[in-house]
């Protein structure tokens, strides 16, 4: 039997980054394997042409090698190199039914995790192995919960099919779409997504969610011509000088009276030296709004000011959507059912319907929601509470691990009494 407290700290050790889970996904085709189910991993279960915000081809190679260090299984990690780290299973139940999904994030934070004492995983001797990377949103968690389930369900009593999503990428909001593209949540009936902690205590869940921004992540990359600055500064194109132009204006942008909305450039950089014209710039921007189509005229004005700022300083300009996501609208039949079915469970003292305080930041699951409910079926957004020590994304971050039995036994009941 799983030890689930065992297993998220192991997970927590080793944390990937999006699109190089090579360990994580390695070792859940490993455990899905050996419980019964038809695992589908590597180019078989994401898209290659829709994956989003991919790393440099040396990063996940460099990632790819470490999982081979580290234990992971030659034959199955070679199918997920390049970063195809998606692993979908399912499993048959004894009867005909619906089928029911669930949806299980895997990857990790470019975050260095604390090392002072009262940090549980420094005291406990499960902090991260990887320096600058940690598990600072729970998905270590996530992906023990899947793996529990998996075991629990392995005895088939259940109705139609369980298929159980194990997704990389979801920070950034990268890589639910490109599964989406790749056909995984096609014949989906029923899909349950969750995430531990935010904002709500242990003992605590929901059966929904609201709040979730639509967003859309951009990177530009503006090339000038490199000069003197000194000798001959008439003959550069300063792409630094154009990257910076777009940055203020796109800051200027006005609000929405529509929508709520949010917009910031969280990187830049360019340039060589202080005598030098800059020739390259590297900008990284995020458009948000509670409505999906004020996101997009966001967009719309971002590009616009990208590539016009590039033409008055006579600079090329290329545009890359690096992430995306749409406001999620969940199922309350769902929800419904989700709050009957936490009645009884220990460790779960209160359960209600939604949770709709104030905006969430964004889900890629969004995308899985909507195709799921564009074929007629029913999904929603789950919340397990959990105390935190430190909020999510904090180099203190961690989960209070009593939560997650509950959570198991609350998903089980899901896939055995979905109607």
Same mark, same amino acid.
């Given at each position: ?9 192991? #997970?927590?050790?080793?944390p990937? #980054? ?7 996904a ?30 440099q081809?040396?990063v ?13 299984? +030659? ?42 004492n ?8 499960f ?7 940690m ?28 298929r ?5 990428a ?13 056909g ?6 029923? *899909?349950?997504?969750?995430?531990l ?7 605590h ?24 600055? =000194?000798?001959?500064p ?16 796109i800051?200027? *942008?006005?609000?929405?009276s ?15 030296g ?15 709004s ?20 590039a033409?008055?300083?006579? #600079? ?10 749409i +406001?999620?609208r969940?199922?309350?039949? *769902?929800?419904? *059912? ?5 009645e ?24 899985m ?9 029913l ?5 397990v =509470?959990?105390?935190?020590?430190? +909020? ?7 989960i209070?691990?009593a ?17």
């Amino acid at each position: 039997m799983i030890d689930i407290i065992a297993l998220r700290r192991e #997970l927590h050790q080793y944390p990937e #980054l999006g699109f190089t889970e090579f360990r994580t996904a390695t070792k859940v085709v490993l455990m899905l394997t050996a419980l019964g189910y038809r695992v589908t991993y590597g180019k078989d279960a994401i898209d290659d042409m829709s994956r989003r915000g991919l790393p440099q081809p040396e990063v996940l190679e460099d990632a790819y090698q470490r999982a081979i260090r580290e234990g992971a299984d +030659p034959a199955i990690v070679e199918h997920m190199r390049g970063g195809f780290t998606a692993v979908v299973a399912e499993l048959e139940g004894i009867q005909e039914g619906p089928t029911t999904a669930f949806r299980f994030d895997m990857d990790a934070l470019p975050i260095r995790e604390s090392e002072m004492n009262k940090h549980t995983p420094q005291a406990g001797d499960f902090r991260s192995t990887h320096e600058g990377i940690m598990h600072a949103c729970a998905h270590d968690g996530h992906t023990s919960i899947g793996l529990a389930l998996a075991e629990r369900l392995s005895d088939r009593q259940f109705a139609g099919k369980v298929r159980l999503l194990f997704q990389p990428a979801e920070e950034g909001v990268r890589g639910a779409y490109a599964m989406v593209e790749k056909g995984m949540l096609e014949q989906v009936d029923r *899909l349950f997504c969750m995430h531990l902690g935010t904002d709500v205590p242990s003992g605590h869940v929901k059966g929904a969610s609201a709040g979730f921004l639509a967003t859309t992540k951009l990177e530009a990359h503006f090339t000038g011509v490199s000069s003197h600055a =000194g000798a001959s500064p008439e003959e550069g194109r300063n792409a630094l000088l154009g990257a910076a132009t777009a940055m203020l204006n796109i800051h200027a *942008l006005p609000r929405f009276s529509t929508a709520d909305t949010r917009i910031n450039v969280g990187i830049l950089e360019g340039g060589t030296g202080a005598n030098i014209i800059a020739e390259h710039a590297r900008m990284v921007i995020e458009t948000r709004s509670t409505k999906e189509e004020t996101n997009l005229e966001l967009e719309r004005r971002v590009r616009q000011i990208l590539e016009h700022s590039a033409a008055m300083h006579e #600079l090329s300009v290329t545009i890359e959507i690096v992430g995306g996501a749409i +406001p999620i609208r969940c199922d309350m039949e *769902l929800a419904a *059912l989700a709050v009957k079915q936490a009645e009884g469970i220990s460790g779960i003292r209160h359960a209600e319907a939604i949770s709709d305080g104030a905006a969430l930041g964004s889900e890629d699951a969004s995308y899985m929601i909507k195709r799921v409910q564009e074929q007629g079926g029913l999904a929603t957004y789950m919340i397990v =509470g959990s105390d935190l020590p430190a +909020p999510h994304h904090h180099p203190e971050f961690d989960i209070d691990e009593a939560v997650l039995a509950p959570a198991v036994e609350w998903l089980e009941r899901l896939a055995r009494n979905v109607q």
